[in-house]
């Protein structure tokens, strides 16, 4: 079966640090990854989708970059947070190959507080 | 654009109480439709979905059926349990745009009380 881990599960930064989640996917090859942020009482934002390795795709301009290095890796990003980057942060994956109008699994999620 | 309404909670009910959380959406051509649920400190996790008009998805006690000439998928559930409590979140995916976007709702909380 396929599983999804993100670390840290929490993170307190202060403003202006470097930022680095990490979120891998067991169980499958290609999958799709997304990044998601959730600001406290808001619904989901998405931030990154990849469809394969090195290739990201970036919904908002933002403090935040991506990457992907391994085929099951996304890694997300920063040189130097904002107060604003403070949320919750989810990593998601969905079956190689599919549209978007198939399902996405969601890992635990990262909770950031940037002081 | 796409997009999704859902009714903004909080939303507070007794145990066994009948639950309604309301969702309509806006989109082009036949999107899938999926509710996810989001216990406290947790990720979200897929409760249901149904990917054409007049399928009903349905998962733990709970149910939604994709109406197309109401454009909703109203979230159910005949009897609650203190374990319900959680965040509630709609979300359609759908061709066209970007690609990697299922769009959610802002999420309804329900809370439960014994």
């Known amino acids: 079966s396929q599983t999804i881990h993100q670390w840290p599960a929490t993170l307190v930064q202060p403003v202006g640090s470097p930022l680095s989640l990490e979120c891998t996917v067991e169980?499958?090859?290609?999958?799709?990854l997304y990044w998601y942020r959730q600001a406290a009482g808001r619904g989901l934002q998405l931030l990154f989708y990849?469809?394969?390795?090195?290739?990201i795709s970036s919904e908002v301009p933002q403090n935040l970059s991506a990457s992907r290095p391994q085929d099951r890796q996304f890694i997300l990003s920063s040189k130097k947070l904002l107060l604003s980057d403070s949320g919750f942060y989810l990593c998601?994956?969905?079956?190689?190959?599919?549209?978007?109008?198939?399902?996405?699994?969601f890992g635990p999620g990262t909770r950031l507080l940037v002081l | 654009g796409d997009s999704v309404t859902q009714m903004e909670g909080p939303v507070t009910l007794s145990e066994e109480a009948f639950l309604t959380i309301n969702c309509t959406y806006t989109?082009?051509?036949?999107?899938?439709l999926f509710w996810y649920v989001q216990y406290p400190g947790e990720g979200l996790q897929l409760l249901l979905k149904?990917?054409?008009?007049?399928d009903k998805g349905s998962n733990k006690g709970f149910e939604a059926t994709y109406r197309k000439e109401t454009t909703s998928f109203h979230l159910e559930k005949g009897s609650v349990q203190v374990s319900d409590s959680a965040v509630y979140f709609c979300?359609?995916?759908?061709?066209?745009?970007?690609?990697?976007?299922?769009?959610f709702g802002k999420g309804t909380k329900l809370s439960v009380k014994p």
């Open positions: 169980g499958t090859s290609n999958p799709n």
């Open positions: 990849s469809v394969g390795i090195g290739q």
């Open positions: 998601a994956w969905s079956v190689a190959g599919t549209k978007i109008k198939e399902t996405q699994y």
């Open positions: 979300a359609l995916g759908a061709y066209g745009g970007s690609q990697g976007n299922l769009i």
């Open positions: 149904a990917t054409k008009a007049d």
């Open positions: 989109a082009t051509g036949y999107p899938s």
